[in-house]
């Protein structure tokens, strides 16, 4: 890409064509003062040489020239004349200004039709970021299974080609893939790190476990918006990702920012003005809850106990590690519950409760049992990376206290 954009471009062709057309100008009037000065010192001449024919002609009739003289001082007057005449015609006076100016007018079309194609056309100035050029076209299961057969060959020929990365991961979401989007959008993210791809990788990500944005996805969510403040697509995916946790003070707070950045009478300000009125109906749900119960109901911990781990996890788990908690329903990826923390030391104490839900039903409290898995991440996955320690329990009656989950293995 250039780093000059189109119209400063146009500019300066703008300018040296003025400057041409200056220069040309003045040449036009330096060759019309130098004709006029010929025409003058022609005329001089011509009554010179008059003049002097007249005086051999006098000289002749009055005896004072034979006619072989006059003769020869006539055929020499009439060289001079010659001479003159062929120093004043020269070349064709004019010619390199014509072609001059001919040139000057084709240039000024070819600008014209620069400037109606380029400012005439603003969406031209800059190629469209990646993650507005790739587009989905095929709608039924046959074309998108076939399309990608295609762009995984496209990729293993082309390994460099961001484009061809992002297609692939966006007809695996559009599969419901989600786990294999979001590894290809990795790649893409590698060869161009847009911030509108994060945030695509982030969805991705949430959506491969279930809708939990805890971990990595918000990270991605919160380094976009600590870059750009006012990034219209972060705070939007933001605001669904706070409600996804029921943190619905939150999600009101970032589509209240992001209404702020819609034109007012826009579909997008309609469903934006929309979210921030659900959100704030549910605000006052919930004070009308905790007033009536004394105290946040969806807070009171349904499954509580603790994390233990082994001698030889432990000499293996580095500082910083995320111990994850999740309840989910049995015979379900999805969590009904999720807790994490970063520990000091071990075993850890944990509660689960209805208010660490994903936003949309089952709630723990709906369910008799769960199945609790507890999860140490080096990286602050919410997804399980190679490398984790974990351990599953079955059958976990809701209401229980007391958990132990022993941790003493991967």
Not at 33 to 53: A, K, P, Y
Not at 155 to 174: F, G, I, N, Q, V
Not at 213 to 220: D, F, L, M, S, T
Not at 269 to 289: H, I, M, P, R, S
Request: with cysteine.
């Amino acid at each position: 890409m250039s780093f000059l954009p189109p119209w400063m471009g146009l500019i300066l062709l703008l300018l040296c064509m003025g400057g041409l057309a200056a220069w040309v100008v003045q040449r036009g009037l330096t060759q019309t003062v130098d004709e006029q000065d010929g025409d003058v010192q022609s005329q001089i001449n011509r009554q010179i040489h008059q003049q002097h024919l007249a005086d051999l002609d006098r000289s002749l009739s009055e005896g004072r020239l034979n006619t072989a003289q006059h003769q020869s001082a006539r055929d020499e007057l009439l060289r001079h004349v010659l001479d003159d005449a062929a120093q004043a015609v020269g070349p064709p006076s004019g010619g390199g200004l014509t072609v001059s100016w001919r040139w000057l007018v084709a240039g000024l079309v070819l600008l014209s039709g620069l400037s109606y194609w380029l400012l005439g056309a603003p969406q031209t100035w800059w190629a469209a970021p990646l993650s507005q050029r790739v587009k989905i076209v095929a709608t039924s299961p046959d074309q998108l299974a076939e399309q990608t057969r295609q762009w995984l060959q496209t990729t293993e020929k082309r390994p460099e080609d961001a484009e061809a990365w992002l297609t692939l991961a966006r007809l695996h979401a559009a599969q419901n893939a989600h786990a294999l989007s979001e590894q290809a959008l990795a790649r893409v993210l590698t060869l161009a790190p847009e911030p509108d791809l994060w945030l695509e990788r982030a969805q991705m990500k949430a959506l491969s476990v279930g809708g939990v944005y805890a971990g990595e996805p918000w990270q991605w969510i919160q380094n976009v918006l600590r870059d750009q403040p006012l990034h219209l697509n972060a705070l939007v995916l933001a605001g669904s990702a706070a409600l996804s946790e029921k943190k619905y003070a939150a999600a009101q707070k970032y589509w209240q920012q992001a209404l702020s950045l819609v034109p007012a009478n826009s579909e997008a300000a309609e469903g934006l003005q929309q979210a921030v009125e659900k959100t704030a109906q549910w605000l006052q749900a919930q004070g009308a809850e905790v007033k009536a119960a004394g105290g946040p109901a969806d807070q009171q911990p349904l499954i509580q106990g603790e994390v233990r781990v082994s001698p030889e996890v432990q000499s293996q788990i580095g500082a910083g590690a995320t111990l994850f908690v999740y309840a989910l329903a049995e015979g379900s990826r999805r969590p009904v519950a999720i807790w994490r923390d970063t520990p000091a030391s071990w075993p850890v104490r944990f509660a689960l409760s209805d208010s660490m839900g994903m936003g949309a039903p089952p709630v723990l409290s709906s369910l008799a049992q769960v199945r609790l898995v507890a999860r140490i991440s080096k990286t602050g996955s919410a997804q399980k990376q190679e490398g984790d320690f974990q351990v599953e329990l079955p059958g976990v009656k809701t209401g229980v206290q007391g958990v132990v989950l022993q941790i003493s293995g991967r």
